[in-house]
T-cell receptor, first 115, second 113 residues
Framework: AQTVTQSQPEMSVQEAETVTLSCTYD???????LFWYKQPPSRQMILVIR????KQQNATENRFSVNFQKAAKSFSLKISDSQLGDAAMYFC????????????WGAGTKLIIKP | DTGVSQNPRHKITKRGQNVTFRCDPI?????LYWYRQTLGQGPEFLTY????????KSRLLSDRFSAERPKGSFSTLEIQRTEQGDSAMYLC???????????FGAGSRLTVL
């Protein structure tokens, strides 16, 4: 069975600085999807960025980018120029290609932005 | 509002009572998912509908839980004889055919006293 591990329960960063959130996963599959979702307090889960395992190029969405290391089964999220609105729980999630979208989630990392 | 709508947003109930949550998907989304999220954890999959058909159910979905999606539109999740361990956020997510992204609702938080 696949597992997703986020080893940082909480991270803090100064506004405008860069922060990296860690995620590792375990799978025997060669093809899959990985996601980072953001969950602000009392608000809905929002997709931040996704990565297809067959793509070697790291995904980027504006200030958000990933460092996908397939052999190491690592999928970290880098947030550049941190903003107060980035404060939220961040979840890493895994999806098998044939799972009907049953995402497997990490426990989350709480990101605190210091003004 | 074109997003996924969940009601009620917060329900407080006494142990042993029944509760029902409703999810209204984005109109063109035919796939609907229920997840449960406890404090400090990521969501856990409960069940999945494609149109009105319930195609997958997690072992987490005990016989006290039942989900329906009549006519393939809105969905309800009912919990009978609630227990304190049922206290959690119940998330609904939907997606359209061929889409690779889930759209989540804001969730329904259940507190069982």
């Amino acid at each position: 069975a696949q597992t997703v591990t986020q080893s940082q329960p909480e991270m803090s960063v100064q506004e405008a600085e860069t922060v990296t959130l860690s995620c590792t996963y375990d799978t025997s599959e060669s093809d899959y999807y990985l996601f980072w979702y953001k969950q602000p307090p009392s608000r809905q889960m929002i997709l931040v960025i996704r990565q297809e395992a067959y793509k070697q190029q790291n995904a980027t969405e504006n200030r958000f980018s990933v460092n996908f290391q397939k052999a190491a089964k690592s999928f970290s999220l880098k947030i550049s120029d941190s903003q107060l609105g980035d404060a939220a729980m961040y979840f890493c999630a895994y999806r098998s290609m044939d799972s009907n979208y049953q995402l497997i989630w990490g426990a989350g990392t709480k990101l605190i932005i210091k003004p | 509002d074109t997003g996924v709508s969940q009601n009620p947003r917060h329900k407080i109930t006494k142990r042993g009572q029944n509760v029902t949550f409703r999810c209204d998907p984005i109109s063109e989304h035919n796939r609907l998912y229920w997840y449960r999220q406890t404090l400090g954890q990521g969501p856990e999959f409960l069940t999945y509908f494609q149109n009105e058909a319930q195609l997958e159910k997690s072992r987490l979905l005990s016989d006290r839980f039942s989900a329906e999606r009549p006519k393939g539109s809105f969905s309800t999740l009912e919990i009978q004889r609630t227990e304190q361990g049922d206290s959690a956020m119940y998330l609904c997510a939907t997606r359209g055919s061929g889409a690779n992204v889930l759209t989540f609702g804001a969730g329904s938080r259940l507190t069982v006293l």
